[in-house]
């Protein structure tokens, strides 16, 4: 069941991960079916170049597998991943890594600012949660409240996680995050002071230039 969303699925975390951004098969991938009932979520610890779509297993909204063809475990990550839809309605994928430019505003509790118009594509915020277990109960609350204010949550000590309307979204998110992380922490080599963040206006009327320029 669920085949094209797991292709899509299994394109988006090798794509992440010849980006740099999975190392020693970390972070993991979700998406959900269109009326909201079950999620495939990319397998604990596999080679991801090697998937194939029977090595997805698929979740329904009680967590319970309900399929699992090869017999691989789902990521132990699964609650934060169903936790980030219950919040947000318009993601119907997710991505979580321990990218490491991202990870280290996470690491510090820091916010990444937007320094760079690639903060326009996963909509320039950035919000903190509290460091808890991977995997844990606690780890997937913390996710909900700063999800009703950002696209993507920095998770203390751990890594970064954001969501998409599929598979190709969510993981091209999570890579622009990964960018103005990395360029803001260049910016500070070079000058040793706090960058200049883009103002909100700038990106609203960016919005709007780039809506008029698709009409
Ligand atoms: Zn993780």
């Not at 475990?73 to 430019?101: C, G, I």
């Not at 919000?127 to 780890?139: I, M, R, V």
Request: aromatic share 10%; proline share 4%.
């Amino acid at each position: 069941m669920l085949e094209t969303l797991k292709e899509e699925l299994i394109q988006a975390a090798i794509q992440a991960e010849k980006d740099g951004l999975c190392k020693n098969k970390s972070g993991n991938f979700s998406a959900i079916d269109q009326k909201r009932k079950f999620m495939v979520i990319t397998p604990s610890g596999s080679e991801r170049k090697d998937l194939s779509v029977d090595d997805i297993p698929v979740l329904n909204w009680n967590g319970e597998v309900i399929e699992n063809k090869s017999g691989l475990k789902p990521s132990s990550e699964w609650k934060m991943h169903l936790a980030a839809y219950e919040t947000r309605n318009d993601f119907f994928a997710v991505a979580h890594t321990h990218s490491h430019f991202a990870t280290s505003f996470a690491i510090c509790g820091k916010k990444i600012s937007p320094v760079a118009f690639e903060a326009y594509f996963y909509g320039w915020k950035t919000e903190l949660a509290d460091a808890f277990l991977p995997g844990s109960k606690e780890l997937a609350e913390s996710v909900k409240k700063p999800l009703q204010i950002a696209d993507v949550v920095l998770l203390k000590n751990h890594g970064v996680l954001t969501g998409g309307k599929n598979s190709e979204d969510a993981r091209q998110k999570i890579t622009y995050v990964e960018d103005v992380a990395q360029l803001y922490f260049y910016a500070l080599q070079i000058d040793g002071k706090e960058p200049t963040s883009i103002p909100e206006k700038q990106f609203l009327d960016y919005h709007d230039y780039c809506c008029n320029a698709n009409k």
